[in-house]
C-alpha cells in the first residue's frame, strides 16, 4: 500500500478549542496555572494565538491581572495588537466561552493537536534522515526513541504538587506498605542487611557497585539480579559486558543448583547433580530475567536496548557489568575521564527517564589493594561517585578466598559490603558470606549446608 499523500493537507488544528481557550483565561485568569500544566505558546497553530498565549504568560509571570484590558495594553506596547486581529478579535474571544469551568478540556484538545503536528515534523525529519547514507542506522532510531519520548515527557505538566496532593499519595503508599507488610519502598536486593538500609533499591537511583578485580562484582550483582528475578518475580534486565550469556547461566545454574561451579565447567557431575540441575533449571526457566550480552556496547545503544526492555518486559531494575566496557559515542581525542562522565550522566538519565534504579558495576583503584575501599577510589571519574545515588564497596581478605577454594577454609568467606553513599539513607558496613565454589553470595542468616 503507498503511503497517504499529504501534499496540500492542513496540519491537524482545532482553532474552535483554541479560541476557547484563550477566551477562558480571559474571562478567570485564575484558570492560567491549569492551562499551563499543558500548554506553551508553541502548542498554538494560529500565529495570532501564539502571540496573544505569551503576551498572557508575560502577565502572569509579572504578577499582573489578565483580562482584556491588561492583555491589549501589552500586545499594544509590543507592537502587535493590530497583527493580533485589534480590540475587536481579543474582545470576541470571551464571546466563545460562557464559562471557564471547561477550561481544562479545551486545553487538552489544543494539546492533542499539537502533539500531532510535532509526530508529523519529526517523521518528516526522520524520512528525510533515512535517506542520508552518511547516518548511521542506529543513531537514527536512538533519535527516533528520543524525539518520541521528549513528546510524551511533556504530557505530562509541570513537576511541581502541592502538599495535598503528595501527603495523600503518600498515605496511600504507607498503607499499601501496611497491607503487604513489607517495609521495602524499593526493589528489594535480597539480602536483608542491605535492604534494612536501603529500603531496596528505588527507582530512579543510580547505584554503583566497586571493588577490586576478582574481588565478586559480577557474583554480587548476579546473586541480588538472582533473588530478585527467581525468588521474587520481579523483572530484570542484565547487561553484561564482559561474559556471554552462557557463561553468566553457568554461573548462575551452579548457584542456583548449590553444584561446585568447576564441576560443571569441566561436566564431572554426579547423577545427583542431574536432579539438582534440572530444578535449578526450572526456578530460572520461570523467572523473568533479561539479558544482553554485546561486548563493548556503545552507550546509544545500551540506552535504546534499556528502552526496548522497559517498553516490552517493564522490567524493575537494570544492572549493567561494568561501567568501564561500555563505548562512549564519539571517542575523538576525549580523554578517558571525560568519556566516563559522559557515561555517568547519561546512566543516571536513563534511570529518571525509565523510573527504576540501575546497578552498575565499577573497578577501583590499585591504591584500594589490601584496604577498604573508599570513594576517592573510584576509578577514572570522580562524576560516578558525584552522580551516584548510591555506592557500594565490596572488601575481603584475597587469601582467605584462595584458602576456601583450595579447601584450606570453611568453604565461605566474609565480605564486607561498604555502603560508602546513599543519598536517602544511611551508610555504614554489613557482612554477607561469599561462596566461592558456587559464585554466590548469601546472607549468613540464609546459608544452608
Known amino acids: 500500500m503507498n503511503p497517504p499523500n499529504r501534499q496540500g493537507k492542513v496540519p491537524p488544528h482545532n482553532i474552535e478549542a483554541e479560541k476557547a481557550t484563550l477566551g477562558a483565561v480571559l474571562l478567570d485568569g485564575e484558570v492560567i496555572g491549569t492551562v499551563l500544566r ?22 502572569f509571570n509579572r504578577g499582573e491581572t489578565i483580562d482584556l484590558i491588561s492583555l491589549s495594553d501589552r500586545l499594544s506596547a509590543a507592537g502587535e495588537l493590530e497583527s493580533c486581529g485589534g480590540h475587536a478579535y481579543i474582545s470576541a474571544l470571551t464571546d466563545e466561552v460562557p464559562t471557564s469551568a471547561n477550561v481544562e478540556y479545551y486545553a487538552r484538545i489544543v494539546k492533542d493537536r499539537s502533539v500531532r503536528r510535532q509526530l508529523l515534523k519529526i ?14 542506522t542506529r543513531v537514527l532510531i536512538e533519535e527516533a526513541e528520543q524525539r518520541i519520548f521528549d513528546i510524551t515527557d511533556s504530557q505530562h505538566g509541570d513537576s511541581y504538587r502541592g502538599v495535598q496532593e503528595i501527603i495523600a499519595d503518600t498515605i496511600e503508599a504507607i498503607e499499601r506498605l501496611y497491607n503487604t507488610k513489607d517495609s521495602y519502598t524499593g526493589v528489594p536486593s535480597g539480602f536483608p542487611d542491605i535492604d534494612n538500609m536501603t529500603s531496596g533499591f528505588q527507582k530512579s537511583e543510580f547505584i554503583i557497585i566497586g571493588a577490586r578485580p576478582s574481588v565478586g562484582k559480577t557474583a554480587f550483582a548476579l546473586s541480588m539480579a538472582a533473588n530478585m528475578a527467581i525468588h521474587r518475580k520481579v523483572p530484570i534486565g542484565f547487561f553484561t559486558l564482559e561474559m556471554s550469556d552462557m557463561a553468566l547461566m553457568q554461573r548462575m545454574l551452579s548457584a542456583e543448583a548449590r553444584i561446585n561451579s568447576d564441576k560443571l565447567r569441566t561436566g564431572m557431575l554426579r547423577p545427583a547433580d542431574f536432579h539438582n540441575l534440572t530444578e535449578a533449571a526450572g526456578r530460572i526457566y520461570e523467572a523473568p530475567l533479561f539479558i544482553d550480552d554485546t561486548p563493548n556496547i556503545k552507550l546509544l545503544d545500551l ?37 566516563v562522565a559522559e557515561i555517568s550522566r547519561s546512566l543516571k538519565a536513563l534511570a529518571r527517564e525509565l523510573e527504576l534504579p540501575i546497578i552498575c558495576l565499577s573497578q577501583v583503584g590499585r591504591q584500594s589493594e589490601g584496604k577498604a575501599p573508599n570513594l576517592a577510589d573510584l576509578r577514572e571519574s570522580g562524576s560516578i561517585e558525584q552522580d551516584a545515588d548510591v555506592v557500594m564497596f565490596l572488601h575481603r581478605e584475597r587469601e582467605e578466598t584462595k584458602d576456601a577454594k583450595d579447601g584450606g577454609g570453611p568453604g565461605n568467606v566474609e ?33 544452608r549446608g
Open 303 to 339: 540506552r535504546a536496548q534499556a528502552r526496548r526492555m522497559k517498553s516490552k518486559e517493564d522490567i524493575q531494575a537494570l544492572f549493567v557489568d561494568y561501567i568501564g566496557l561500555i563505548e562512549p559515542e564519539n571517542k575523538g581525542n576525549i580523554p578517558r575521564h571525560e568519556q
Open 38 to 59: 499543558y500548554l506553551r505558546a508553541d502548542d498554538f497553530y494560529s500565529q495570532a494565538h501564539k502571540k496573544i498565549f505569551q503576551s498572557i504568560v508575560d502577565l
Open 123 to 136: 517523521s518528516t525529519g526522520l524520512i528525510s534522515q533515512s535517506y542520508d547514507e552518511g547516518m548511521e
Open 415 to 447: 565480605t564486607e559490603v561498604v555502603i560508602a553513599k546513599q543519598r536517602n539513607g544511611p551508610v555504614g558496613t554489613v557482612k554477607l558470606a561469599f561462596l566461592p565454589h558456587y559464585t554466590k553470595f548469601e546472607a549468613f542468616s540464609n546459608q
